[in-house]
């Protein structure tokens, strides 16, 4: 009788479950079509605005890196801060800018993991050297901080957050970086856009997102 019982509360309960439609198999994979939540996509994010927003919006703020490194007093950004630069915090933080300059191409270091060119900035004569990023790996978040539409707030964690400025560079790398030919480049003048978080006195390690090849 007990076993019966059982049976039948188990038939009731599929019944149940059943006409009501809470019910669904479903594929392992395929759970966010289910609940309406898409996977984060760094690469996509970033592919669907680096074109039409980022470059344009960096372009328009870029100072030119000679007047920057001139007023800077041999390094001291924090003197130049206020009239060109960002912190990632609002008064506080990573210290940035947004540049761009003109100069010839004196070296290319591809040995490291983070190459770099280094260029004789047209309009400086100082002591900081100017480099600029080739990859492939790039240091730093510079350009990703300075896009006025792009906030941290608007991304679930800091998984996410870092992911952004990566995918950003594997587009430079991609769009900008590859089309040159670095083999030749050395002695030629080339402009650039770009932008460089403060690090060391003695250098600006820009992360470029456009150069052209006099």
């Not at 041999?74 to 990632?88: L, R």
């Not at 190459?115 to 309009?123: A, D, E, F, P, R």
């Not at 587009?171 to 978080?197: H, N, Y």
Request: aromatic fraction near 8%; include cysteine.
């Amino acid at each position: 009788m007990r076993r019966q019982t059982i049976f039948t509360l188990l038939l009731c309960l599929i019944v149940t479950l059943a006409m009501s439609g809470c019910v669904k198999v479903v594929e392992i994979g395929k759970e966010d079509e289910l609940t309406g939540n898409k996977k984060f996509d760094a690469a996509e994010n970033v592919e669907g605005l680096w074109a039409s927003q980022a470059v344009p919006e960096l372009k328009e703020k870029a100072v030119e890196l000679s007047t920057v490194l001139n007023e800077s007093n041999n390094g001291d950004f924090k003197n130049v801060a206020e009239k060109y630069g960002h912190y990632s915090m609002g008064t506080t933080g990573e210290l940035s800018f947004v540049v761009k300059g003109e100069g010839v191409v004196q070296e290319v270091n591809q040995q490291k993991k983070a190459g770099y060119m280094t260029v004789k900035l047209n309009g400086y004569d100082g002591q900081i050297n100017v480099k600029l990023q080739i990859g492939s790996v790039y240091k730093g978040s510079a350009v990703r901080d300075n896009l006025s539409f792009i906030k941290y707030e608007d991304y679930t964690n800091q998984v996410d957050w870092a992911k952004i400025s990566q995918s950003i560079h594997e587009v430079i790398d991609r769009d900008v970086i590859k089309t040159l030919d670095l083999g030749s480049i050395i002695g030629k003048t080339i402009s650039f856009v770009g932008a460089f978080s403060v690090d060391k006195k003695t250098e600006v390690l820009v992360t470029p997102i456009e150069i052209t090849v006099k």
